[in-house]
């Protein structure tokens, strides 16, 4: 039997869901300050040294330009088949010699944690929608409103069947 590690990176719909989640709910923000005066190429434009860039995260995720149907949690759009996106226009963990260091470890823990989850436990949404609050350009939960119930054939399930799962859960109408 595969190791832990193996078996969470072969639960593609999974991944496709944390990858998802972020892109519509991007909590963290990403600038850069130039230390010279640097030129745009092809656009005339020179930003100064020490000026502070934000590059606007949020909003790329949700352009249409860049995602189909962009406000929309369609996790299979992560798929490995149908990844269709510039990669430079998804960027919840940065891009660059700075990009984020925990970006492995976290992910994988939250997968883990998902995993772990699932196994034990159905999730029902329901219609109460998630309220925001806006903090750092980015989204913040203010409330989450789920029904659970106990999953009882828990024990039978394999690893293989997980993915399966874990995509009818995240798949579940509002109830
Ligand atoms: C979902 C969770 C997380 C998100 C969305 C996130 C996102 C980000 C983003 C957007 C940046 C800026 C990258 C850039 O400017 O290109 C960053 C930097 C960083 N993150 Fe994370 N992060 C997360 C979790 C973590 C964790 C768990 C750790 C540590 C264990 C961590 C450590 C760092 C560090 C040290 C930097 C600065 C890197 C540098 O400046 O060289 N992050 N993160």
Redesign the pocket.
């Known amino acids: 039997m595969a190791d832990t590690y193996d078996s969470l990176n072969a639960l593609k719909y999974l991944n496709a869901v944390v990858n998802e989640t ?1 892109r519509l709910y991007q ?2 923000k ?1 600038e850069r300050i130039p230390s010279v005066d640097y030129v745009l190429k092809g656009t005339g434009i020179t930003i100064k040294k020490g000026h502070v860039v934000q590059i606007p995260t949020f909003a790329m995720h949700r352009d249409p330009a860049n995602f189909a149907d962009p406000d929309t949690f369609r996790p299979e759009r992560f798929l490995p088949e149908n990844i269709a996106h510039n990669p430079y226009t998804y960027l ?5 010699p ?6 492995y ?2 992910k994988w823990m939250v997968k883990l944690a998902l995993v772990s989850l699932v196994q034990r436990y159905v999730f029902y949404p329901t219609e109460k929608p998630v309220e925001f609050y806006v903090v750092n350009g980015g989204l913040m939960p203010k409330s989450v409103f789920l029904k659970i119930g106990k999953r009882v054939w828990v024990q039978h399930l394999l690893w293989d069947g997980l993915d399966h799962c874990l995509c009818r859960t995240f798949r579940h109408k509002p109830i």
Do not use: A, D, L, Q
Not at 98 to 103: A, E, T
């Open positions: 972020i909590g963290s990403m919840p963990f940065g891009v660059g700075r990009n984020c260091i925990g970006m470890m976290v």
